[in-house]
């Protein structure tokens, strides 16, 4: 009966809406792994690190000739966003990959809505109200790389729907979340197009991987030359067309959903993660001789076309090796981790907001950007968005959201008094 049911393509569509099953009985309950929860407060830190510090670190290693620490730290904040990508793939498909849970596509996109709408729409309003008093009452850091967006009740409602084309943002860190959305509204797809894991050997495994990077490099030179308005590597565009960048991202997660890995697969992730983000950093400089300083894949156009597969597949093998090492696991399910990764999402989109507003109120009472204003701007910045975080999950997320361990712990030292976490 089930197959008769999926014989049309109409049936197809009418199944959907009707909230029938894709997949099996449920033949498992769903496990949290907290560790998970640790990798997404490391995430975190490294987006959060790289706003706060990779600015100043890069002019100094510039000035010092230093420019290879300068490289590391302007694509940190790439570290934090493929992980965060990689961890959606492998927490949201595993359930339904796995036959945990019957997936259901209304129901679906409804728990996605709750959980990502109402912390986003509450750090849209606090965002509005940061760009309103800096453009209200103005100082030096409007005009010295400061943020230059200008408040209007129109952009609120262009930004309310998340998934934004024109790369304007009250809150920088946000263009991610476009890209995440777009992810999971192929989820669908996947789920019911995704084959057997016995299905899955180490040669289809290998072809599926190399195939997503390639897939990858052609898609970013299509787009980049057919579509350059959606995006292009030539410039930088903060918009949603960034999604051509990340394939592998969310093909690792899916791989690690659906199937379990030994540490070989992890060290061959790993490795083979790392050279191509070797690659990446390598060939512009080999490639401009050939095709001139101004050519089209010279060193200053730089297309990234494996920097975020490299990343993807380091990250994927990183979170191979904790599902495989007990040791590693521990260290990310510690009760602290496991307090900041359940506020990641929260730190994430209200962070830079908070720094936004604490760079502009100091710098009323310091003229120029002095090492004193760096280091007060930042010994208040990074605590402060802490805290708004901390409100937000308070009062906003943890309503929304499920399986929480540390929901009443508003202080992370309240996580004293968790037991011993298990994996």
Not at 36 to 64: C, E, P, Q, T, Y
Not at 233 to 246: A, K
Not at 262 to 287: E, N
Not at 294 to 314: E, M, R, V
Request: aromatic share 20%.
């Amino acid at each position: 009966m089930l197959i008769l049911r999926y014989l049309s393509y109409t049936n197809f569509i009418i199944t959907i809406f009707e909230h029938k099953y894709f997949m099996s009985i449920t033949s498992a309950k769903p496990v949290r792994f907290h560790f998970l929860d640790g990798l997404r407060a490391v995430a975190a830190s490294m987006v959060v690190i790289l706003h706060a510090f990779a600015s100043n670190i890069m002019k100094f290693s510039d000035k010092a000739n230093m420019h290879i620490l300068g490289s590391i730290f302007n694509y940190i904040d790439g570290y934090g966003v493929d992980l965060f990508f990689v961890l959606s793939g492998v927490v949201l498909l595993r359930p339904y990959l796995r036959n945990q849970r019957d997936f259901k596509v209304i129901e679906y996109f409804r728990r996605r809505f709750w959980r990502i709408y109402p912390p986003y729409f509450v750090a849209l309003l606090f965002a509005a109200v940061v760009i309103w008093f800096m453009n209200t009452y103005p100082t030096w850091y409007n005009a010295t790389g400061g943020m230059n967006m200008q408040f209007s009740w129109r952009e609120i409602i262009h930004e309310m729907p998340i998934i934004n084309l024109d790369g304007n943002y009250y809150n920088l860190a946000w263009w991610s979340l476009g890209t995440e959305i777009l992810f999971y509204l192929l989820v669908p797809v996947v789920v019911f197009i995704y084959p057997k894991r016995a299905n899955l050997t180490d040669g289809k495994l290998l072809m599926v991987i190399a195939g997503g990077v390639i897939f990858t490099a052609l898609l970013m030179i299509f787009v980049s030359g057919w579509f350059s308005t959606i995006y292009s590597f030539t410039y930088i565009v903060l918009n949603i067309g960034r999604f051509v960048e990340y394939p592998v991202c969310f093909l690792m997660g899916v791989l690690i959903a659906a199937r379990d890995f030994d540490m070989k697969h992890g060290w061959a992730f790993f490795l083979s993660g790392a050279f191509l983000v070797f690659c990446s950093s390598v060939y512009p400089s080999v490639l401009t001789p050939a095709t001139g300083a101004g050519g089209w894949l010279s060193a200053q156009n730089y297309p990234p076309f494996f920097l975020h597969s490299g990343y993807g597949l380091i990250f994927g093998g990183l979170i191979v090796f904790a599902f495989n090492k007990k040791a590693l696991r521990t260290i990310l399910s510690k009760p602290f981790m496991l307090w900041l990764g359940e506020r990641s999402y929260s730190l994430f989109v209200v962070h830079f907001s908070v720094f936004y507003l604490v760079d502009n109120i100091i710098s009323r009472f310091i003229p120029s950007r002095t090492t004193f204003y760096a280091i007060l701007t930042r010994g208040i910045g990074l605590p402060a968005a802490l805290f708004v975080a901390m409100l937000l999950f308070h009062f906003v997320e943890r309503k929304f959201a499920r399986g929480l361990v540390t929901a009443n712990m508003f202080w992370p030292w309240q996580t004293k008094s968790l037991r011993e976490i298990g994996e």
